[in-house]
């Protein structure tokens, strides 16, 4: 029998019926497998450190308001709200006001808009200061009177008193009384908590972030602080949540600058850092974390440790590149998603910072999700895949994110890393590929063999794999004239749909001419353009598959290359594309 009587309707513990070993067989596997795409990729991934305890452990939830009072989440597969009494994962204090609630919308006097659902979704988060206590935040879908807020906040109160604070907020911009902000209706602003009893204590406001067990939480700021045991040294720490860490390695003698986007928890870690005597060693800035480390790093800050802490979408391209820029001996990476992480460390390999070791943490049991800490240090990057060469040529598979040749934004290049570590300081390129698409790239051993790989190239034949939006033709031509400079050019593109994806279409592409962009501009002139091309592209498809399927640039991939005697050089699909496909498909 299932520990819960909604198990199978609700889609919150998947596992739940799984054995506790079974379960972490299978956070290991989901991070084995995810880095086990990217075959250069060494990582060591040791035992997943366990849970205590696995079950009522959840300190924050969020939980859909349904009509009749329902409280819980959406069923399998629907939108229809599906009422969770009972629910045996959340902390019982946030299942207590959860009940509380449920009769709030049930009682005969309760208003239409919490009795019908139209109120939207509550926010519960547990804390620990003296005592155990709870903020709750009221998520509202629809324009709802101040005073009846008030009303309902009162009467939770007097029915729970481990309810602490209330306050509501609009889940979009609206006309309405309480306009985009939170709006405190009851009790103080921010309370107290702590991950664990040898951690200093640290304030957490309605909003802020939050893991999701406390145990498994204070674990990791365990780890990372022993990872920095010794003389006091200068940290970075990015997607710094409510401070806890930050004031952990303070107190540890360290100096912190600590960068969270949401303000309100940088407010309230300016304020914990006073209390503790601690504004000397640790400094909180409210900013945007890949804003403010490329800014360290235009200015040649230095630092000793950086830690980044992520939400699911990873690291933006631009903040990888920054933390080599920093050039801090020690990067400790958290990651809440293993398909993104093994994106970023296959990337940051590239860029000259390498990871070896990883620990996976059970941070939400009875669910498939995994924790994962991984240590990253500077050495030297993989040596470009060879995919063919000769005395002539040498042809590479490039891989995402690295320019074909040196530019000032970039570290590294590829044209740099044939150079150096294949041992032919004379190389240069027969031809370019945007920094952000991968494949086959020629480049020639001598300058004196340009001319004649480059003839050779232009009346071969290049093959492009690439995403569009949208499902196109089976096959299609493209005869569009495209501008170079002052210059109208003629320019053809042929294509042949592979498959559909997720509602998209995969195709390959043949370019007959090869002008700037083309591919990408003729795409998009049949309204069909490569998803995750910022330029051509169509914005909000582009977001949606970086924050659903981790694909954080343009969706083309060169797959082969016909030289005209007849030479065929090929390059497999890169690794972050079969990912973003396998986790569409």
Avoid at 410 to 418: E, K, P, R
Wanted: some cysteine.
């Amino acid at each position: 029998m299932s520990r819960c009587p909604h198990h199978g309707a609700c889609p919150g513990c998947p596992l739940l019926d799984q054995p506790a070993d079974a379960q972490a067989a299978r956070k290991t596997a989901t991070l084995v497998d995810a880095v086990s795409v990217y075959p250069r990729l060494a990582l060591e991934v040791a035992p997943l450190v366990r849970a205590a305890p696995d079950f009522g452990y959840r300190t924050r939830t969020k939980w859909r308001l349904g009509p009749g009072g329902a409280v819980g989440l959406y069923r399998a597969g629907t939108h229809e709200v599906l009422d969770l009494p009972g629910c045996g994962v959340v902390r019982p204090l946030l299942a207590e006001i959860g009940r509380e609630v449920r009769a709030a919308a049930r009682a005969p006097e309760a208003p239409a808009w919490l009795r019908d659902g139209s109120l939207g979704a509550i926010d519960v988060r547990e804390t620990l200061g003296d005592r155990p206590a709870a903020l709750l935040t009221l998520v509202l879908d629809r324009d709802v009177p101040l005073a009846e807020l008030e009303r309902l906040a009162a009467a939770l109160r007097a029915r729970c008193p481990g309810l602490a604070a209330v306050a509501a907020h609009r889940r979009r911009q609206a006309h309405t009384v309480l306009g985009g902000d939170t709006i405190p209706l009851l009790g103080p602003l921010e309370l107290e908590d702590r991950l664990a009893p040898g951690l200093p204590p640290f304030l957490t406001t309605f909003g802020a972030f939050a893991q999701a067990h406390r145990g498994v939480a204070a674990a990791i700021v365990e780890r990372l602080r022993d990872a920095l045991r010794g003389p006091p040294r200068r940290v970075l720490e990015l997607f710094a949540g409510a401070g806890a860490l930050g004031l952990a390695l303070a107190e540890a003698g360290h100096t912190v600058e600590a960068v969270e986007s949401f303000g309100p928890a940088m407010e309230r870690l300016r304020l914990a850092a006073s209390r503790r005597g601690l504004e000397g060693r640790i400094r909180a800035h409210a900013a945007d974390a890949t804003t403010l480390a490329l800014e360290l790093a235009a200015r040649g800050e230095r630092f000793d440790a950086v830690v980044v802490n992520p939400p699911r979408t990873g690291l933006t391209p631009p903040l990888r590149a920054a933390l080599v820029a920093l050039s801090a001996p020690l990067v400790q990476y958290v990651s809440c998603e293993p398909r993104t992480l093994a994106r970023d460390l296959s990337d940051l390999a590239v860029r000259g910072l390498l990871a070896r070791h990883a620990v996976p943490f059970d941070m939400m049991p009875q669910t498939a999700e995994v924790e994962t800490l991984v240590a990253l240090a500077p050495g030297p990057a993989p040596a470009p895949q060879v995919l063919f060469e000769d005395e002539a040529l040498i042809a590479v598979d490039k891989p995402p994110h690295l320019p074909t040749t040196p530019q000032s934004e970039h570290a590294s290049s590829l044209l740099q890393q044939v150079r150096e570590a294949l041992g032919v300081p004379d190389a240069v390129p027969v031809h370019r590929l945007d920094a952000g698409t991968s494949g086959v790239c020629l480049l020639a051993r001598h300058p004196s063999r340009v001319e004649a790989l480059a003839a050779a190239l232009a009346a071969g034949t290049k093959r492009y794999q690439a995403l569009v939006r949208g499902v196109t033709h089976g096959k299609g031509k493209i005869e569009r004239p495209l501008k170079e400079g002052s210059r109208l050019l003629p320019a053809t593109t042929r294509y042949e749909r592979k498959r559909v994806v997720g509602g998209h279409a995969l195709l390959v592409v043949r370019p007959v001419e090869g002008r700037t962009h083309q591919i990408r501009r003729h795409l998009a002139s049949i309204g069909r353009p490569v998803v995750g091309d910022l330029r051509h592209g169509h914005g909000p498809t582009n977001q949606h598959l970086y924050e659903r399927f981790g694909l954080d640039r343009t969706f083309l991939h060169l797959g082969s290359i016909e030289l005209a005697d007849g030479r065929r050089i090929e390059a497999p699909l890169a690794p972050d594309l079969r990912a973003v496909l396998d986790a569409m498909g």
